[in-house]
C-alpha cells in the first residue's frame, strides 16, 4: 500500500485509468443476459477507490471529460432530433416527451415525499433512468449555487450513491417491462405483430426467410458455368435477372467484358452479383454454380454514403427505387441501411431520413454516381474534423455560461447544457453538409464511451470518502423509489402511446426503449420479435430524450 499510496500522490491521474481498466472489466461480467456495462462499472470502481485511497483530481478534468461526452451526444442526435420535429415523426416525439416529463415528475414529487435532497434525487432521477448525462448536468447545476466545498462534496457523493443504488434496475427492469410486460399489457404475440409490420411495409410481401430481413443477406457474388443459358444474349436473359447483374465472363481463359451483345456459349464461367435472392435465381437461368476464383476476381466497392439529397427525403425505399432511373441503380445494392448507428430493416416502406447512412455494393465507378444521386460519400478510413468539433465545444462552453433573470431568478443552461445544444446544431449542420465537421462512427464511440466513463470514474473517486453515510442515510429508500421512477414513466407511455397515439405495437415497444434510453432494452425486443423493425420506434424517441433528460438535471436541483 505504501508503494501504491506513493504512486497516486505523485500521479493522482492514474486511479482514474486505474478506475476504466478494473470498471470496463467489471462492466463485462454477465449475470444471465445483464451486464453492468463500462460506466456504471467505472462509478463503481471509482467509488471504492476514493473510498480507499482519497485520491482527488481536479475539478477541470471532470469538466473536459464530461464535455466530450455530451458534445458526443449531441453530435450524433442531432440529425435525428431536428429530423424528427416533422409530421411524420410528431407521434414519437409526444410519445418521448409524454415519457419523459412523466419520469421528471415522478423524480421530483418522490424527491419531496422521501424527503431526497438535491444530490440524492439528481442520483435518482439519473440512474433509474440510466441516464448518466443527468448526473452532469445536475453536478453543472449545483455548481452554479456557490455553495461550501464540504456541501458540495457530499451533494456529489450523495448523487453518485443515488445512481449506483439505482441504475441496475433502470437497466434490467426496462428490459424486463418492454421484452414481457409490455406485450402482454398490449394483447399481442411479438413475433406475428412483427411478420406483418414487415409485410406491410414490403408491399404486402415476405421477407426471404420468416423473421429475417434484408440487412442479414449480404449482397454476394457468386460464378456459374453457362449450360441452360447457351447461345442466349446477355442483354435477353439478364432481363430475367431482377436485382442481380453480370459482372464478369470467362470464356477459354480470356476476359470478356459484359456487353449487351455478348452470346453466351456452353462452358462459359459467368460471375454474378446482388442480393443473396437475386443471385441464386438467376443463377438457375444459368447453370449450375462453381468455384472460379478468376470469374470473381473483378474490381467492387463499398462505399459508406450518407443521405442528404432533398429529392428522395421523407422517401420509402420503394419510392426511391422509382424516382431514380435504372441508370442510377445499375449494378449498385443497398448492402445495409443505419440510423444513429442501429441496423433499419430494408423493406420497401422504410422511409429515408437526412443522415441516415447506407452501404452502397458493386462496381466502383457505378457506386460513385448512386452516391453522388442520394448523398455524399464519406472517405475511405474516415478522417475526423477537430477543428469543428474544438469550435463546436468551445460555442457550447461560451453559451452555457450565459445566464437570464426570470422573475429575479438566474436562469443558465450551464455547461454541460451550453454544449449539448451545440453539438446538436454542430451533428445537424454535418449531416446537410457533410462536407464539414467529419466524425467516423468508431471516434464518435471513442468520445462518448471514454468521455462518460472517465466522468463517472471521476464522480466516483471524489465521491468515495462519504458514500457509506450516503448509502446508510437513504439506501433502501433510494432502491424502492428507482423502481418507482423506472416503470411509472413506462406504464404511462405505454397506455399514452398505444391508446392515444394509435402508434403500432412493434413501432411502440422500441419508442419505449428510446424513450427511457435504454439500448441494450431495444436488443431484447428486438430478439424477441426476432426481426428489426422496433428500430423505427427507437431513434426519434432516442434522440429526443437523451436532450430532455439531461435537461432535467438542473431542473431536478432546481425544484429539490
Known sequence: MTWTNYILKAA???????ALALGHALGRVRLGTFCLGGVAGSLLVGLVLGKLTGVTLPESLRAVFFALFIYAVGFKSGPEFFGGLNASSLKLVLSSVVQCVTALLVVVVLARLCGFNKGFAAGLGSGALTQTAMLGTAAGALSQLHLAPDQAAQYNSQMAVGFAITYIFGTVGTIIFVQSIAPRLLGVDLKQAARELEGKMSGGGQSARPGYLAPFVPVVARAFEVSAASERALSELTSQFGRASVERIIRDGEVIEPASGVVLKTGDVVAIAGRLEAVLEAGRLVGHEIESREALSFAARAATVVITDRRVLGLNLGQVRALLDQANLSNVYLGSLKRQGLPLPILAGTELRRGDVAELVGRPEQVERAAATVGSAEPAGGKSDLAYHALGIVLGTMLGLLSANVGGIPVTLGVGG?????????????????????????????????????????????????AIAAVQEHGVGLLLAGVVVTLVPLFVALYFARHVLKLNPVILLGALCGGQTVAAALSAVNEAADSMTPVLGFTVTYAIANVLLAVWGPVIVGFT
Open 418 to 466: 451550453g454544449v449539448l445544444v451545440s453539438g446538436l446544431c454542430f451533428g445537424w449542420w454535418h449531416a446537410r453538409y457533410p462536407v464539414h465537421g467529419g466524425l467516423p462512427g468508431p471516434a464518435q464511440w471513442v468520445l462518448s464511451e471514454l468521455g462518460l466513463s472517465a466522468f463517472a470514474a471521476a464522480i466516483g473517486l471524489s465521491a468515495g470518502p462519504k
Open 12 to 18: 493522482p491521474e492514474t486511479a482514474l485509468f486505474i
